[in-house]
């Protein structure tokens, strides 16, 4: 069992440090099954070789071992790229079965996303999973209980809470987050996530309306690709580069964008234990099929602070967060006086685990985990039943139901096609 070996490898790590240390490598099978050491290189088998799953290979202080893909294409060239004795599948299970994969890379289309994290959960697996996290509410509430229940470490691949420039802000996360926490700006906020402020939802993610049924290419098993999405018809708009223009497998620019946008203002706003009590929507009623845009979606929290995310951006000057004390505008541009001054007296925020290496060899959480990373795609996939539904929602945080509407609670679950399940 996976909770056997975690036990073990934190026994092993607590007490045996001083011992570990004085060698360069201790091959694994030494110390049994589900010990990493930390000299040790993790290995990584990866799901998908298309352009994520392609872009990730190298990563420091990983190999990969096995690729993944329904696409005979696609993974000849990852074989042809990596070499070296890679291994590869059709299957993804094959593929996490395997003994030698310590961590498990999930780069598939999003409906994919919560079965794959579930089945690495329960082969003992770590997870890294590309964003949105997963494809509906029910799914990541099951992604969260299996991780919980197997003991495994999970990091969800966007990274903006913990670095990098946040787009528009011309700055990272952490001043943003320590002017928040200082009070500064006041109490409750409203965070604007617009063209105005830095920040474009990729509108050119919408799905045709008419698509004609076309052949299977020899390479494609389509019926794995859709896995357990509903059956449509092939047409090649579906597939590969452009499917996240069909609820089926994403949500167009809100299921792209929105959690590289959303999940470092839950970080910030000290929200990743709880979620929006409401999403207010304005937009063109939605294609079944087809994803299209917004105008706006606004979701409240239960002590007033807003997230708004405007498709439109035909306002100037809109501040990126607006509280009554302050503004803070793109650029990392305040009405505050002498803020940066202000801000270096303030306290810092609490450290982050940051490498995923360390956290899968000493057993410590991610900085964006499932829990923190189910809340932040909460709000998503919150977006997309109010989109898809064409109206507002109330919803419950703490029971993850929408309030007095059985047809969005119904969304919650979507059906899954035979034989996959979650």
């Avoid at 964008?257 to 009590?277: A, C, E, R, W």
């Avoid at 606004?298 to 302050?326: H, M, R, S």
Wanted: proline content about 7%; glycine content about 10%.
């Amino acid at each position: 069992m996976k909770s056997n070996s975690q036990n073990s490898r934190r026994k092993f790590l607590r007490n045996t440090t001083a011992i570990v240390a004085g060698f360069s490598i201790v091959p694994r099978h030494v110390l049994g099954r589900g010990f990493i050491p930390p000299s040790d290189q993790l290995t990584k088998g990866i799901i998908g070789m298309g352009g994520m799953g392609m872009g990730h290979i190298h990563y420091a202080g990983t190999r990969v071992v096995a690729v993944c893909d329904v696409d005979k294409n696609h993974l000849q060239d990852a074989v042809q790229t990596i070499g070296g004795g890679v291994k590869a599948f059709h299957d993804h299970r094959e593929l996490i079965a395997l003994p030698e994969v310590d961590i498990v890379h999930i780069a598939t289309p999003p409906h994919w996303h919560g079965l794959m994290s579930i089945h690495a959960a329960q082969a003992g697996k770590d997870i890294w999973c590309e964003k949105p996290m997963t494809h509906t509410i029910g799914e990541g509430k099951r992604v969260v209980e299996a991780v919980k229940q197997y003991g495994n470490m999970f990091r969800l691949n966007t990274w903006f809470r913990f670095e990098s420039n946040f787009y528009g802000m011309d700055t990272t996360v952490r001043p943003i987050k320590k002017l928040v926490q200082s009070g500064l700006l006041g109490w409750p906020l409203t965070v604007t996530i617009s063209k105005t402020t830095g920040f474009d939802w990729k509108f050119y993610w919408v799905g045709k309306t008419k698509l004609e049924t076309q052949p299977v290419p020899a390479e494609l098993d389509y019926d794995r690709w859709l896995g357990p999405a509903p059956f449509k018809p092939y047409n090649e708009h579906r597939v590969h580069q452009t499917f996240r223009g069909y609820w089926d497998y994403d949500g167009g620019g809100l299921g792209d964008m929105g959690q590289h946008y959303i999940d470092p203002v839950q970080y910030f706003l000290g929200k990743d234990d709880t979620s929006p009590i409401s999403v207010e929507v304005d937009a063109e009623q939605q294609h079944p099929d087809a994803c299209g845009t917004f105008r706006k979606l606004t979701f409240t929290y239960e002590d007033g602070c807003k997230i708004i995310l405007d498709g439109v951006a035909d306002e100037p000057n809109v501040p990126y967060i607006e509280g009554p004390q302050g503004k803070l505008y793109a650029g990392f541009k305040s009405d505050i006086p002498n803020l940066k001054e202000k801000l270096a007296m303030m306290p810092d925020p609490e450290p982050q685990v940051t490498d995923f290496i360390e956290s899968v060899k000493y057993r410590t959480p991610f900085a964006l985990n499932e829990s923190n990373g189910f809340r932040s795609c909460t709000i998503i996939n919150m977006g997309k039943i109010a989109l898809q539904l064409g109206r507002s929602l109330k919803f419950d945080p703490v029971a993850l139901s929408f309030i007095n509407d059985d047809e969005a609670n119904k969304m919650i679950d979507l059906p899954v096609r035979s034989p996959w399940n979650i």
